[in-house]
């Protein structure tokens, strides 16, 4: 069941990078009340019947709140649920604001609806991770075309015009990092739309934390290659730390 639905661990990055970068301005009403102020300890999101600790990926990101992230689960696949979002301080307050600014830096956190009460033991964490390492290539590609048509009907829901979005082949990075309990993938994205293009950094992480199934995915701004492997190491630090703050 989880190799056969590893679609659903490519197609979200992809909406939510677009809609969060070039939407979110025209898509939500204004709140002029302040940011909430930074949690001093990682907080709890519930995966089932579990109770997961999800530090944020960085010292500059924060969880952006559940009234927020209700809004930006929309995005997610139907076969997805949003767990946790961490956006900065600055992109944070202009989500709330409604300021339509691009993003440089985000992280989300999933799990697949029909898999979150289910416990996952080591041996099936192992055949989900290496079923994406050999699928990972030709999934992505294979289903472009057709994610490219979802996300543009979402779009068009979200803002009632017809503006389109070409999601052009993604660059393929390979594995980041594997480990018993995460393995990381890595790609970098492009976005066009009205003349105007974003390039993302993306690591894309499977862990099992708690025998749960999650997805996290972490988002920079490409420049060059120092992009690729902060990403990279990056990726494999917030794995480790979420793996950390969950030992039993």
Not at 223 to 239: F, L
Request: hydrophobic content about 40%; overall charge neutral.
């Amino acid at each position: 069941m989880y190799i056969r639905r590893i679609h659903s661990l490519f197609s979200s990055p992809f909406c939510l990078t677009c809609i969060l970068l070039l939407t979110w301005g025209t898509a939500i009403a204004q709140d002029k009340s302040p940011t909430p102020a930074r949690p001093l300890e990682p907080q709890s999101y519930r995966s089932g019947l579990k109770s997961i600790v999800i530090p944020p990926p960085t010292a500059d990101l924060s969880e952006i709140g559940s009234d927020y992230r209700v809004l930006m689960e929309s995005t997610v696949p139907d076969t997805n649920r949003l767990l946790a979002a961490f956006l900065s301080a600055e992109d944070s307050a202009n989500i709330r604001s409604g300021t339509s600014k691009t993003f440089s830096r985000y992280a989300l956190v999933e799990n697949l609806r029909r898999a979150e009460f289910i416990d996952i033991d080591a041996d099936t964490f192992k055949q989900v991770s290496d079923g994406t390492a050999q699928q990972f290539g030709t999934v992505l590609n294979a289903s472009m075309k057709d994610y490219e048509e979802e996300l543009n009907h979402k779009l068009k829901a979200m803002r009632g015009t017809d503006t389109t979005m070409t999601l052009d082949k993604p660059m393929l990075l390979g594995v980041f990092f594997s480990k018993p309990n995460a393995c990381s993938f890595g790609m970098i994205e492009s976005i066009s739309s009205a003349g105007s293009s974003v390039k993302m950094v993306a690591g894309i992480t499977i862990l099992r934390v708690q025998n749960r199934l999650i997805y996290a995915y972490f988002f920079s701004a490409y420049k060059d290659e120092d992009s690729v492997q902060w990403v990279r190491k990056t990726s494999e630090q917030w794995a480790d730390a979420i793996l950390k703050a969950n030992q039993q």
